[in-house]
């Protein structure tokens, strides 16, 4: 596998601050835009609305416990 173009890997500019962004780090130009990206993601929509707790079905039939048999 190498075909990879290493002269024109900066086809889309990081989202961050706009510069060419470098295959290190892509899609961004550096650790810290990455870095500025993955704060925004999490402070902003990693919190899941509502509680996935009760979206567990069928879970009740593994939890029975078998009936032990009686020697
Ligand atoms: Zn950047």
Do not use: N, Q
């Not at 290493?6 to 870095?35: E, L, M, N, Q, W």
Request: proline share 13%; charged share 30%; with cysteine.
């Amino acid at each position: 596998m190498s075909d990879e173009p290493t002269d024109k890997v900066a086809a889309r500019p990081c989202p961050i601050c706009g510069k060419p962004a470098v295959a290190r780090y892509r899609p961004f130009c550096s650790s810290r835009c990455a870095d500025v990206d993955l704060h925004r993601w999490l402070s902003g929509s990693y919190s899941i609305p509502g509680s996935t707790e009760e979206d567990e079905d069928g879970e009740d039939v593994s939890l029975v416990p078998r009936s032990p048999r009686e020697p």
